[in-house]
């Protein structure tokens, strides 16, 4: 019982902190809609077990995808497929390996940048700049998104 609270009240935390960040960008209501899919059935359980056998941080206290079950990987699939502020939804993955980001729609990248930053905020984690910085080369963004982004970011 004490991972569901847990598990529940970073989900509300997190949220609480999208939407401050979204009413900055001019977005609140996407702000307070902001990860609701967090709280399906589908979402929970995998959520609240990978939290009840101690996460999936390594060493160095990366998200190691090796510590993840199947279950909590379809979940993240899920989530970012029914969440199009997530880079990962607008995707398109060919036959031949190819994989193309398509142009995401200002309010979705709005979303995404509120995303960044209120996670960013967590003690446990590095500043946005930072964290960009380290992890442009794999985030697979269409070209018209990542300039906005980036302008977004400097101007910050």
């Known amino acids: 019982m004490q991972y569901y609270i847990k598990y529940f009240a970073s989900v509300l935390a997190h949220k609480k902190a999208v939407f401050v960040?979204?009413?900055?960008?001019g977005i609140p209501l996407r702000g307070l809609l902001h990860d609701?899919?967090?709280?399906?059935?589908?979402?929970?359980r995998?959520?609240?077990n990978a939290m009840r056998?101690?996460?999936?941080r390594?060493?160095?206290g990366k998200t190691d995808?090796?510590?993840?079950?199947d279950e909590l990987r379809l979940c993240?699939?899920?989530?970012?497929?029914?969440?199009?502020?997530?880079?990962?939804?607008?995707?398109?993955?060919?036959?031949?390996?190819?994989?193309?980001?398509?142009?995401?729609?200002?309010?979705?990248?709005?979303?995404?940048?509120?995303?960044w930053i209120a996670v960013s905020k967590r003690p446990d984690r590095l500043d946005m700049l930072s964290w960009?910085?380290?992890n442009k080369e794999f985030l697979l963004l269409h070209p018209d998104t990542r300039r906005w982004v980036e302008e977004e970011m400097n101007g910050k």
């Open 21 to 25: 960040e979204a009413w900055r960008l």
């Open 132 to 134: 960009y910085s380290k």
């Open 58 to 60: 390594n060493a160095d």
């Open 46 to 48: 995998p959520r609240t």
């Open 76 to 115: 993240w699939l899920k989530h970012y497929h029914r969440n199009s502020h997530h880079w990962q939804h607008w995707l398109v993955h060919l036959d031949d390996g190819t994989s193309y980001a398509l142009p995401m729609p200002d309010g979705d990248r709005r979303e995404m940048l509120a995303d």
């Open 65 to 69: 995808l090796s510590l993840a079950s």
């Open 36 to 44: 609701w899919s967090k709280l399906t059935p589908a979402e929970w």
């Open 53 to 56: 056998q101690g996460g999936l």
